[in-house]
């Protein structure tokens, strides 16, 4: 068999340890020939590929980024810049131009709603979810949350001590996009005293109420952990610097924000998703030997599994709102909003 594998959308560290994962597993236990394409689904359609053998395999597990490269076409979109090109047609015929019997979309949202639209031209393809957010349907997790998760709690912890000793509020803005995944997970391992979820309403004086009253108890610091999703009223604000202004306005209180930005993205992957990278990356190769296409692989439970394409495409997966974790944190005295 020949595949394809190709990676798309925003990149997160695990991409390279998949890209082993699969083609490691393809080449080692199956024969298989695998093609790297370049730069999602754009080389796709400039057939702008590599032929992956053993050797471009090598120090893959602990790299950042992606060596494919990635884009954020979007080849099914109904209205493309240059019209002309019929591109779910070219897509198509790459696929059979280059021999492929099978491609391997790793990618968010985006990349998986492409794939449900390849599986239903009846190309043979497979999905691996991957983002920092969390946030793709279908899955338990994501590789590259916990890597972006230690990130933010290890920023989170360095705010302590600068915040006690300036007597400031400090905050944090995370990724996350429309989820507050990170956000939660970040604000409970960092400690955080507010975190502010786009799940979740919030009030502004409940906030600075609870941030007054810590004050008074003798704390004279307070960290705020913003969800970068969380909706404000001014839209020439990013939600950290929203909310950073409204509390020192509120309380009086010195208040300084920090915007994490793309560090949780980049960089080497955790232990933990190095091997959730690589049991993704295996199982892709499973089912295109059962010839299991038009699925996603997926996380249940302790269990590494699969979900049909066209059950889990273009849903976003929000936190719930009586996540055990906020229950959790809400008995501990912390403010969500
Ligand atoms: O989806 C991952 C993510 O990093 C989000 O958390 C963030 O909102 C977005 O991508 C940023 O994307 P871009 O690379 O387009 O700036």
């Known amino acids: 068999m020949r595949i394809g594998i190709l990676t798309s959308g925003g990149d997160c560290p695990g991409i390279n340890a998949t890209i082993r994962g699969v ?38 597990l602990t790299m950042g980024g992606t060596i494919l490269g990635t884009s954020r076409e979007k080849p099914y979109k109904k209205k493309q810049i240059d019209s002309s090109i019929n591109k779910p047609a070219l897509l198509a015929e790459n696929v059979r131009k ?60 360095r705010l302590h001590s600068t915040a006690s000793a300036h007597q400031r509020v400090m905050v944090i803005e995370v990724m996350g996009h429309k989820a507050g995944w990170i956000a939660l997970y970040s604000g409970m391992a960092g400690g955080g005293d507010v975190i502010l979820l786009p799940e979740r309403a ?12 810590r004050m008074k108890r003798g704390k004279n610091y307070a960290i705020v ?45 955790c232990s933990s998703d190095r091997i959730l ?43 719930p709102q009586n996540h055990e974790l906020i229950l959790q944190g809400e008995k501990m005295g912390i403010c969500f909003g």
Not at 28 to 42: A, D, N, Q, R, T
Not at 202 to 212: A, P, R, V
Not at 248 to 268: A, F, I, K, N, P
Not at 313 to 319: C, D, M, S, Y
């Open 202 to 213: 919030y009030s502004m004086k409940n906030i600075c109420n609870s941030i007054t009253t």
């Open 98 to 157: 280059l021999g492929l019997d099978a491609v391997v979309c790793i990618g968010g949202n985006g990349t998986q709603k492409t794939a449900n639209h390849m599986a239903k031209a009846g190309l043979p393809v497979i999905g691996i979810p991957k983002t920092i957010d969390n946030d793709i349907y279908g899955t338990d997790i994501c590789f590259g949350f916990q890597t972006a998760v230690s990130i933010a709690t290890e920023a989170i912890d």
């Open 277 to 319: 990278a690589t049991r993704m990356g295996s199982h892709a190769v499973e089912l295109i030997v059962r010839k299991e296409f038009g699925r996603m692989v997926a996380v249940s439970g302790k269990e590494i599994t699969s979900v049909p394409l066209n059950e889990v495409a273009g849903i976003t997966r929000l936190l």
């Open 23 to 60: 083609c490691k597993t393809a080449i080692h236990s199956y024969g298989m020939e695998v093609i790297g394409i370049h730069s999602g689904f754009k080389g796709l359609l400039d057939l702008d590929y590599e032929e992956l053998n053993k050797r471009s395999l090598t120090g893959l």
């Open 225 to 269: 952990v913003v969800a970068e999703g969380l909706p404000i009223d001014d839209s020439d604000k990013r939600a950290g610097e929203y909310i950073a202004r409204q509390i020192e306005r509120m309380t009086g209180v010195e208040t300084r924000e920090t915007v994490l930005g793309y560090t949780q993205r980049g960089g080497s992957p």
